[in-house]
């Protein structure tokens, strides 16, 4: 008999990096997080593949510059918003337009989270909106896995005949408590596990 232990794994756990397709050459590419030195807090992540050297770089937070600012009266406000940046500018250069000279103002940064939102037909990668490499449908639903560590750790959940809980729970929901019910249901076992075989061949 097959036992398998909830480790009282989260999903985040298994995204250091995250199989994707590339948009370029679509071919099997990776999103990685590395620590972001400049903030001093968080991280960044890039997309690369090793195929066509593709390789993009992007925050989970970009910024808003906003000035609503008197220039030289307080008749007349100078107002701007800029599109989302990477950076967060110290001054921005606008035009005024009762003096009409170009000024620099300090402006209010705004951040924004960025965050793609994923349908139930194509799964994504939420940064870059890239489609997750590892997905395939099973009896009508959309079974995907971010990396191989995912697929093994859900390989030992679905083969296995006795499910148990840890009893180190500590709060929340787990990885395989968050699975939906067409995974933990053991008559669709075969087919998922025929899935899992065929992505294990893809990187053996």
């Known amino acids: 008999m097959k036992r398998f232990q909830d480790e009282n794994k989260r999903s985040y756990n298994f995204t250091e990096a995250i199989a994707?397709?590339?948009?370029?050459?679509?071919?099997?590419?990776s999103v990685t997080k590395i620590a972001d030195g400049k903030k001093g807090y968080g991280?960044?992540?890039?997309?690369?593949c090793r195929h066509c050297h593709f390789s993009q770089q992007g925050g989970m937070i970009k910024y808003k510059a906003v000035v609503d600012q008197y220039c030289c009266n307080n008749s007349k406000k100078v107002n701007y918003e800029s599109q989302l940046l990477n950076e967060k500018p110290e001054t921005v250069r606008l035009k005024c337009g009762s003096c009409n000279e170009i000024k620099a103002f300090k402006p209010k940064i705004v951040e924004v989270y960025m965050q793609f939102v994923t349908d139930e037909n194509n799964y994504r990668e939420c940064c870059f909106n890239t489609e997750l490499w590892f997905q395939t449908a099973v009896k009508g639903n959309i079974f995907?896995?971010?990396?191989?560590?995912?697929?093994?750790?859900?390989e030992r959940y679905i083969a296995a005949d006795l499910r148990e809980r840890n009893s180190q729970y500590n709060g929340g929901k787990t990885m395989v408590a968050s699975l939906p019910g067409f995974?933990?249901?053991?008559?669709?076992?075969?087919?998922?596990?025929?899935?899992?075989q065929q992505w294990k061949g893809s990187y053996r």
Not at 20 to 29: D, E, G, L
Not at 147 to 153: F, L
């Open 20 to 29: 994707v397709k590339c948009p370029k050459c679509h071919k099997q590419a």
């Open 183 to 196: 995974i933990k249901d053991a008559k669709n076992r075969e087919k998922l596990l025929k899935a899992i």
């Open 43 to 48: 991280y960044t992540k890039i997309l690369a």
């Open 144 to 154: 995907w896995a971010y990396n191989e560590a995912h697929i093994g750790y859900m």
